[in-house]
């Protein structure tokens, strides 16, 4: 077990560009959820998936934000058109459905500066 | 929807002495979950503990312990004999125990930032 891992860790970027995150969750864990946090704020919910199936999104999703998880194992969130209020930190967590309590683990999140 | 607020931006505790970060939350549901993570500066988000909102008992984990208050709506982190380790941001998180209505998403509250003083 290696834990929830996240790449990149950081990324600067210009106003208008693309950028995309990866997250490999842990091995068995089948659920997968997306956060973003801003500073001095605690993390938001973005969206989360079951296996390969996005299950649910947040309004704080925009149609800019995409997120896919293809396989069922890894997952890529996307930013088009990035602007200067999505500069935050993502965060991947993860969590194993046969467990009751569905105790989420989190990755280190990919910074991200939008300048 | 469900709110959590930690109304203590900021606490400071002396090594080896007790602290207790103060947690409320907002709800109409009966069944839920309550946590604790913890993040220290430019590391991942760590569980520290959680609590079933069904369970009267309080959670314990060596020096991290719960004071669950339901009807209050109050989660308290206790955390004694405190180390220069604890230093962290502090968030207190609300899940829902409702899966039929499918929402497995954390509310956090905005964190309780934890100075260890040696």
């Known amino acids: 077990d290696t834990g929830v891992s996240q790449d990149p860790r950081h990324k600067i970027t210009k106003r208008g560009q693309n950028v995309t995150f990866r997250c490999d969750p842990i091995s068995e864990h089948n659920r997968l959820y997306w956060y973003r946090q801003t500073l001095g704020q605690g993390p938001e919910f973005l969206t989360y998936f079951q296996n390969e199936a996005q299950l649910e999104k947040s309004r704080l999703l925009s149609d800019r934000f995409s997120a896919e998880r293809p396989k069922g194992s890894f997952s890529t969130l996307e930013i088009q058109r990035t602007e200067q209020g999505d500069s935050a930190m993502y965060l991947c967590?993860?969590?194993?459905?046969?467990?009751?309590?569905?105790?989420?683990?989190f990755g280190p999140g990919t910074r991200l500066t939008v300048t | 929807a469900q709110t959590v607020t930690q109304s203590q931006p900021e606490m400071s505790v002396q090594e080896a002495e007790t602290v207790t970060l103060s947690c409320t939350y907002d709800t109409s549901e009966s069944d839920y979950y309550l946590f604790w993570y913890k993040q220290p500066p430019s590391r991942q988000m760590i569980l520290v503990i959680r609590q079933e909102a069904y369970k009267q008992q309080n959670a314990t984990e060596n020096r991290f312990s719960v004071n669950f208050q339901k009807a209050a709506k109050s989660f308290s982190l206790k955390i004694s004999d405190s180390q220069l380790g604890d230093a962290a941001m502090y968030f207190c998180a609300y899940r829902s125990g409702d899966t039929l209505a499918g929402s497995y998403q954390l509310t956090f509250g905005k964190g309780t930032k934890l100075s260890v003083i040696p």
């Open positions: 967590a993860s969590s194993f459905t046969d467990r009751a309590v569905h105790e989420q683990y």
